[in-house]
């Protein structure tokens, strides 16, 4: 019997749906569950101090999953009295540092948390954005100037504290709708148009107060802009790290091609350079504040009040060259619970590192879909719910839910067990994902595969996921 067949088995009641979207905010809603709440400290922050001598928060406010004003909506209008509020309660909490990016949010972040923090004094915060150089009308100078200074319009300010080069070892497409392989893409992108030398002198105007670039992907392009340090003397460089990547992001790379620099690396270079690190990424998109049941046990054991999440955080913290850990905090609870974790932040132990390396153990070996919800895939021309497909994938695996191939001589108490378990994988994918946007009406384009920070081949986990329906 084929999927379709065996969906209309099932009776029209389970195509019923309760949409998700794994949108903005999605990944972040179990974030804050399982822990009591209580008072959120107002002068108890962590700080550290940056290269031009700046206090930092050690918990930066990112701008990537904004409200909306239809929940779960991501292409509602954003809810700039909620940004308003949120932002407001930050800088009353100690937190001071806000990052954004031209490509949030479907470009309206930059706008909306200028709003937010022009109501406030320049001196009570500061602002960290990207050059998101990534098509192929931004490649030239002029394009790549021009965003620039757009991203000073739309944020209301003369400067920006902290100005990356975004997305340091992906590829994209250039000018002839080619894709261009990482190291080309870097060295057309920021080199070969002298916009890195360019912004380089705009910091000695005062118009950028530190350079750096966020790391993605390609370890050989990484090494290759570390080589650059003696001329451009990097500020700071923001990289993924958590528990997990600390050692385990190859294991989570397809065929090794992706992902494969564990942060333990990054950051060992960094640090031996002295330029101070950015977080991005502590939950790995949500996932470690929504883990399998047996790292749940554990980690509720040792701490039965604090939600999973602080665990990622004070390990994304824990590290001294560690500058500031980027969170997107949708809700305030998640806000709340993560100004708790940092103010001020508590060292973990040896025997805490070293539950958290034998949950990563366990994890890494799971074949969870790397995917941080980071909306950068989307929309897809045939309509598919990405994030949405694979989160509902990794919750499924998460909850030890996965689908056994069945044997040609399974009997007949195992094929009972089989279909008993496709049932429910399809009754529960169906209310996750609308039936229209799920993995079956991928048709392999590829035109998300340049776009994925984590180089995760969609195409070919779709066809993996659908043939479990």
Known sequence: MNRRDFLKSLGAGTLATAAIAAGCDSPNKTQAEGFELGEVPTDQMTYRTGTHGEKVSVLGYGQMR?????????????DQDRINELTDYALSHGVNLFDTAPRYCKARSEAAIGIALSRHNRDEYLISTKLSNMSPDTLSFEGSKAMFEESLRRLQTDHV?????????LPCKGVDGETMDP???FKVRFEENGMLDWLME???????????FSYHGDVKVFDYALSLHGKV???????????????????????????????EYLYGQLAERNIPIFVMEPLLGGQLANLPQFAVDELKRRAPNQSLASWAFRFAANQPRILTVLSGMTYMEHLQDNIRTLSPHKPLSEDELKMLADIANRYAGMSLVPCTGCQYCMPCPYGLDIPGIF??????????????????DASSEERRAYRKARRAYLKNYNKAVDPDRQAEHC???????????QQINIPRQMAMIEKLG
């Open 391 to 408: 989160a509902h994938y990794n919750k499924m695996l998460n909850e030890g839910n996965a689908i056994k191939d069945l044997a040609e």
């Open 66 to 78: 904004l409200p909306t004003v239809e929940e779960g909506n991501r292409d509602s209008d954003l």
């Open 233 to 263: 003397h990097w500020d700071h460089v923001l990289i993924q790290h958590n528990y997990i990547n600390w050692q385990h992001a190859g294991d989570l790379a397809e065929d090794g091609d992706s992902g494969d620099a564990n942060s």
């Open 443 to 453: 048709i392999a384009c590829g035109r998300c595969l340049s776009e994925c920070p």
């Open 202 to 212: 705009q910091r000695k105007l005062g118009r950028i107060r530190n350079l750096g």
């Open 161 to 169: 504290d902290f100005y990356m080069l975004h997305c340091v070892g």
């Open 183 to 185: 190291m080309t893409a």
